[in-house]
Nanobody, 113 residues
């Protein structure tokens, strides 16, 4: 059974930084594609970033240049470094393994002064 556990969320001022972690267990094939999504209040869950087993990364336009996705060699842990945070980045951030259709429980990120 695949289990994804996010951590690292919190309250940060605009312009600040946070680093989210996603710890994966039960993956029958690793490394695998890993995504980060986010869901703001009253909005649909939206794609943020992806890393492939070959280390190729993709980002949503809204976070390009500010967020960086990275992972350990085995992809057991995937990170999302978030810099220059803005109030519109406030959301619950989820880790997702699309090959396993597995979601984490989410971690809250709040950007506010």
């Amino acid at each position: 059974q695949v289990q994804l556990v996010e951590s690292g969320g919190g309250l940060v001022q605009p312009g600040g930084s946070l680093k989210l972690s996603c710890s994966a267990s039960g993956l029958t094939s690793s490394p695998t594609i890993m995504d980060w999504y986010r869901q703001a209040p009253g909005k649909q869950r939206a794609f943020v970033a992806r890393i492939t087993p070959f280390g190729v990364t993709t980002y949503a336009d809204s976070v390009t240049g500010r967020f960086t996705i990275s992972g350990a060699a085995t992809r057991d842990t995937v990170y999302l470094q978030m810099n220059d945070l803005k109030p519109e980045d406030t959301a619950v951030y989820f880790c997702f393994a699309p090959s396993f259709d597995a979601w984490g429980q989410g971690t809250q990120v709040t950007v506010s002064s």
